[in-house]
């Protein structure tokens, strides 16, 4: 074990393994700016390059570029409130607040350093996870995973609209949304009105460029100043919003770093969880543990560090089953799948047997390029932070062209161009009426894992499925939180008026999903 | 491999900016002349631009069949231009729809799951807008049967086993109406055996992982991945519903092996169409010496060494099978069209 430790890392250390390293990673940081063609597409595009490559830097090089596309991201989604790729939305609920506070370098500090933490944290996972990977894969079935979305669906209610019901309303919308396409379970078209292009739904990342980018950029040309308008220009040089005060934040915050790095790594670990479940599930889970939490969406740095910790984390729990089984993990791991074989290498487990060197050469080189990549992006920050102070006149238009051909590139509709143009002029209109753009994102990533996990278990266990002792410990201690705050308040009526503040029962419910993830 | 490192490259950096421009020109952009029916097929040929359309997404089987195909057909076809499109959604009906509409010039061609869309034409799925019996067809480039597994800790090793159960035997599939599932429905409409078809699982990775967590008892998978499943984390493949046995598992029974006369007979046209799976095709009415001409520079070139030696090394077996032989082996499979809707019908 030892010696296959350090065997795969003399081979990254080769010289030629660094240069290919670094070259996929300058790719990587490119394709992770322009949206749509991060993530799976990244890999997608460069498969054909590698046939034929030594195996070590074949492996380096599209490893790195992986590695380093989910940073390029985090820079489009704090300064410019387009993320790289759908699940990556959450980046934007505080970063992009933090961008336009100002502290755009604070916040890509925040993002790099927490991406770092979290990716090293994914491979320590990786590499103790392997042995035990049957037994996670074997206790978090559906009954399991609707339980965890019941739990998402609790926190809807935190989301930043103005008032309560304008939350609630805000999630209901995104989850009615969610429902048009096939119906998981019994493969019925529903409200798709024949058109084969909404089979598949109407596409989390349509939907996110529209809400956010196209919305955001609306507000921003009608408004007519810079992001960061309302801070002095000087700010961004000002102590509390440089570079090294977000990487600082992330140092204070390491317990927070840790936890959302374990949501990442297990909903890596689980196929079907996936990196929208991971983010949201940290996010949700670090705004419940706040003492503050209504700093959330208010550009409050640890709602930038705990996701980011768990979007770099999954990619090493996602390799867990990718090499122990054979089975990805997430989607873009189904293509590490192909690059093995074109490798040479079949994952499974007579991989861990025999090419163990090349499982711990897999884990240094994610290792490495996540630090790479957030040394780069930290050395870059300073200078991609002053676009936040950039006339709207001239970033709108580049920047809502990019956000619509992501969405076409992730489908190849033009369906979906319209279907971006559409949620951006809605969203704009929503925000403007003071309804949470990021509810309605969170009922729209929820609804299908709720939607389909439900008729799953149902099929698989019947209507018990809610005694598998998992879930029904989620379960229930979703309703006692739910139940709790109003209980609590009624009790406290008569001594304090005032009583607390009116999301305390949501904000329980998510703590208490939050505490059994 | 040089050329193909930079065509890589290439591919990475306009693909973006190349993918809008496509859509939008539509299908127009490829018929810049009729041509008339006596025109010499290599000259019509030159100068063009040939589009290959990949019902599915960048960087899976279907995609790499055709994009690490082109070098090999750009030698075969030096001066024409060839351009890979995917037009994936709708579980490939998008993209089969498109190819089946395109302009008959010879221009367009696609690589289709040829079970998939005669499973989608008879059991009547919406948004089918072709005729299975009416393709212009060039030829097959490799055909991967479905396979039947079972998780390496279950309790069913073996066909058999399952066909003797007396337990409820659990599907689990990713996603109804896939092929897979229409094979298990198949499978199951045919033997008598308890059994129950889980089908709602996001897709086959998710299925697989149910299988090995001892949710569901048997699982079906096209060609590589189910190979895959069975030499990577020990999984029992049970049958191939194919006609000869897998190359790679060449010991798993296929599925003509069991049953009595009438359940051969009833499964023997699900056997022989999956002897068709990727087939090259086109509009219907495309003129036969155009289409004659393409398919042999097609066969040619995939019938190359160094196309299959890359195509193996993916785990994608090639199988290039001509345009004469491919059209006989579908006329066979055709004229059993009606008693698969039967078979397939749940």
Known sequence: MGQALLDGLLMLLEPMSLVYLTIGMAIGLVFGFLPGLAGLATLALLMPVIIGMEPVQGLAFILGAYGAQSFGGSITSILFNVPGSGEQVVTTFDGYPMARKGQAGRALGVSAASSAFGGMFGVVILLLAIPVALQLITYLRPPEIFALGIVGIMVMGVSSARTKIKGIISGALGLMLSFIGLDPITGIARMTFGHLELNSGLGITAMTMGLFAVTEMLVLYTRGQAIAAQAPAQTSRAKGSRVIDGVWDTVRNWKMVIQGGVIGSICGLVPGMGGTVAMFGAYGYAKARSKDPDS??????????????????????????????????????ALVIVILLILGYVPGPQMIDNHMDIVFLIAWICALSNVLASVLGLAMAPLFAKLAFLRPQLLAPPLVAVSLIGAFVDTRFMLSVLIAVIAGFAGYVLRALGYSLAGVILGFVLGPIVDQNLGLALQLYGSGFVLRPITAAILSLTVVAVLWGPVRKALRRPKDESGGPGGGAVVAAGEAGGSNR | MRGLHAKGLMLAGTAAAAALVLAACGSDAASPTAGSEDEDPAAFYEGKTLTMIVPYNPGGGFDSYLRLLVPYLEEQLPDTTIRV??????????????????????????LINYPGAVFAEVTGTDGVTFESTEWTQYGRL????????TAPDS?????EDILDASDTVKFGLGGVGSDAYYVAVAISNVFDFPHEIIGGYPGSNEADAALLAGEVDVSVNSGGAGVLMVEGSGAHGVVAVSNEPLEQLPDVPVIGDFGDDSQKEQLAPLASIYDLERMVVGPPGVPEDRADFLAEAIFAAASESGYAEEMEAASYPVNALNRADTMELSSTVNESIESLADLLAD
């Open chain 1, 296 to 333: 959330f969406g208010k550009g409050n740095p640890v709602g930038v560090l705990a996701p980011e910790s768990a979007n770099n984390a999954k990619e090493g729990g996602s390799f867990v089953p990718t090499l122990a089984f054979g089975i990805p993990g997430s989607s873009g791991m």
């Open chain 2, 85 to 110: 499109e995917n037009q994936p959604g709708g579980g490939g009906l998008i993209g089969a729809n498109a190819v089946y509409q395109a302009e008959p010039d010879g221009l367009t061609v696609g």
């Open chain 2, 142 to 149: 490799g055909a991967l049967p479905p396979l039947v597994y």
């Open chain 2, 155 to 159: 309790e069913y090793t073996s066909f």
